[in-house]
């Protein structure tokens, strides 16, 4: 009798249905980003068409120009690896493109934080002023750094989740 057992292909079956998973994962989180960018590019867009905004200085205009694009770069980021994994079906190199849609995933969160940052500042700047501003933009930029990086660093070499 022969034994069927192979541990090499069971490792590799194992880590063939792990990988489907993270890239499962990955455009899941994709699509939890998506929405945030996709609200603010909307507000950013229909802005300039408001009475309102030819009166705002130079320098809002500015920090304004420099949101709407941070904010559409997000937006294409964010929606490349999905876009990309549909043209490239079927995936010949499943662990690149996840390396690659990683890395694409991250410079969109990074654009969609500056966006964040910047868009709080044009708002509480026209509210309460450029300090308060300045000091909201501070804030929102710190809770990011937070919340997005240097938490999940620390529980990555502090626990195992």
Same mark, same amino acid.
């Given at each position: 009798m022969?034994?069927?057992?192979?541990?090499?292909?069971?490792?590799?079956?194992?880590?063939?249905?792990?990988? /489907?998973?993270?890239? /499962?994962?990955?455009?899941?989180?994709?699509?939890?980003?998506?929405? *945030?960018?996709?609200?603010?590019?909307?507000?950013l867009?229909?802005?300039?068409?408001? *009475? *309102?905004?030819?009166?705002?200085?130079?320098?809002?205009?500015?920090?304004?120009?420099?949101?709407?694009?941070? /904010?559409?770069?997000?937006?294409?980021?964010? /929606?490349?690896?999905?876009?990309?994994?549909?043209?490239? $079906?079927?995936?010949?190199? $499943?662990? $690149?493109?996840?390396?690659?849609?990683?890395?694409?995933?991250?410079?969109?969160?990074?654009?969609?934080?500056?966006?964040?940052?910047?868009?709080?500042?044009?708002?509480?700047?026209?509210?309460?002023?450029h300090?308060?501003?300045?000091?909201?933009?501070?804030?929102?930029?710190?809770?990011i750094?937070?919340?997005?990086?240097?938490?999940?660093?620390?529980? $990555?070499?502090?626990?195992?989740?």
């Amino acid at each position: 009798m022969v034994n069927d057992i192979n541990p090499e292909r069971d490792q590799k079956e194992q880590q063939d249905a792990n990988d /489907s998973g993270d890239l /499962s994962d990955l455009l899941s989180e994709l699509r939890i980003l998506l929405p *945030g960018a996709q609200m603010l590019t909307a507000f950013l867009i229909i802005l300039p068409f408001n *009475g *309102g905004f030819a009166k705002i200085v130079q320098a809002e205009k500015i920090v304004f120009l420099a949101t709407f694009f941070l /904010s559409m770069t997000s937006l294409v980021l964010l /929606s490349a690896p999905a876009i990309q994994h549909r043209i490239m $079906r079927p995936l010949n190199d $499943r662990e $690149r493109f996840k390396r690659v849609a990683d890395r694409i995933m991250m410079a969109g969160a990074l654009s969609l934080a500056f966006a964040f940052t910047l868009g709080t500042n044009l708002v509480i700047s026209e509210v309460f002023g450029h300090v308060a501003g300045i000091v909201a933009c501070a804030i929102i930029a710190t809770l990011i750094m937070a919340m997005w990086w240097w938490m999940p660093m620390y529980l $990555r070499h502090r626990t195992t989740i």
